[in-house]
C-alpha cells in the first residue's frame, strides 16, 4: 500500500495554462507539506499544513495555492504556469507538526512546461 | 538564511569500503537531524534520524552528530553498488517546525 500518493506522476504543459497535482495520505498523519526540487537536486519547503490548517508559506509566488479539504489530502494548484515551474513537486506527511518527526515522501510529480 | 551544506561529490568508493558522507548546518537552534537517500527519479527515502550528540548505529548506517562543530556524517559501513544513490541531509529547527535540506552528495559504488 503506497502510504503517501501523488497524481499525475507527469505533467507536461505548456506555459501560461493552469494544472493541479493532488497528495493523499494513508498513514493518518496530521501534517502534510509540498516540496519543490530544481534540477539540482535543491529540496525547498513550499507549504506546510498541520490537520487542514495552512502553517508554513514560504516564499513561494501567489499563482501556486495548495488546498486541504481534510488532513488526508493536500492538493496543489498552479495558475499560469512559467517555464521556471519546471521541476519535481513532492508531497510529503508527518505524524505531528514536530521539529523531531521524520517526513514521508510520495513519488513525485514531474512537471515540465514547454 | 538558515542552510545545510554538503559536498555535493560525486564520491566514489570501491564495494565493500566504508561511504563518509559529510554535512554542516548554519541554525544552531537545529534540533533533529535526517539523513535522505535518494535514488535517480525517485523520492527521498529516510535513511536515519539524531537528536543528541554522539553516534547512532542502525546496521551498516551510522549517524554522527556534534552540535558544537554543527557538523553531521553519515557513514555506510560495506558499501554495495545498491548504495549508489544521492543522499540530502535535512536539518529541523524547533522554531521553525521545518526542514532545510541540503543539495545532496551523490555516491557511487564501485563493484
Known amino acids: 500500500d503506497t502510504a503517501v500518493s501523488q497524481t499525475p506522476k507527469y505533467l507536461v504543459t505548456q506555459m501560461g495554462n493552469d494544472k493541479s497535482i493532488k497528495c493523499e495520505q494513508n498513514?493518518?498523519?496530521?501534517?502534510m507539506y509540498w516540496y519543490k526540487q530544481d534540477s539540482k537536486k535543491f529540496l525547498k519547503i513550499m507549504f506546510s499544513?498541520?490537520?487542514?490548517?495552512?502553517?508554513i508559506n514560504e516564499t513561494v509566488p501567489n499563482r501556486f495555492s495548495p488546498k486541504s479539504p481534510d488532513k488526508a489530502h493536500l492538493n496543489l494548484h498552479i495558475n499560469s504556469l512559467e517555464l521556471g515551474d519546471s521541476a519535481v513537486y513532492f508531497c510529503?506527511?508527518?505524524?505531528?507538526?514536530?521539529?523531531?518527526?521524520?517526513?514521508?515522501f510520495g513519488d513525485g510529480t514531474r512537471l515540465s512546461i514547454l | 538564511q538558515k542552510e545545510v551544506e554538503q559536498n555535493s561529490g560525486p564520491l566514489s568508493v570501491p564495494e565493500g569500503a566504508i561511504a563518509s558522507l559529510n554535512c554542516t548546518y548554519s541554525?544552531?537552534?537545529?534540533?533533529?537531524f535526517f539523513w535522505y537517500r535518494q535514488y535517480s527519479g525517485k523520492s527521498p527515502e529516510l535513511i536515519m534520524f539524531?537528536?543528541?550528540?554522539g553516534d547512532k548505529e542502525d546496521g551498516r548506517f551510522t549517524a554522527q552528530l556534534n552540535k558544537a562543530s554543527q557538523y553531521v556524517s553519515l557513514l555506510i559501513r560495506d558499501s554495495q553498488p545498491s548504495d549508489s544513490a544521492t543522499y540530502l541531509c535535512?536539518?529541523?529547527?524547533?522554531?521553525?517546525?521545518?526542514?532545510?535540506f541540503g543539495s545532496g552528495t551523490q555516491l557511487t559504488v564501485l563493484p
Open positions: 510529503a506527511s508527518s505524524q505531528v507538526y514536530s521539529s523531531n518527526q521524520p517526513q514521508h
Open positions: 498513514l493518518g498523519h496530521d501534517t
Open positions: 499544513y498541520n490537520n487542514k490548517e495552512l502553517i
Open positions: 541554525d544552531r537552534g537545529s534540533q533533529s
Open positions: 539524531i537528536y543528541s550528540n
Open positions: 535535512a536539518a529541523s529547527s524547533g522554531s521553525a517546525r521545518q526542514l532545510t
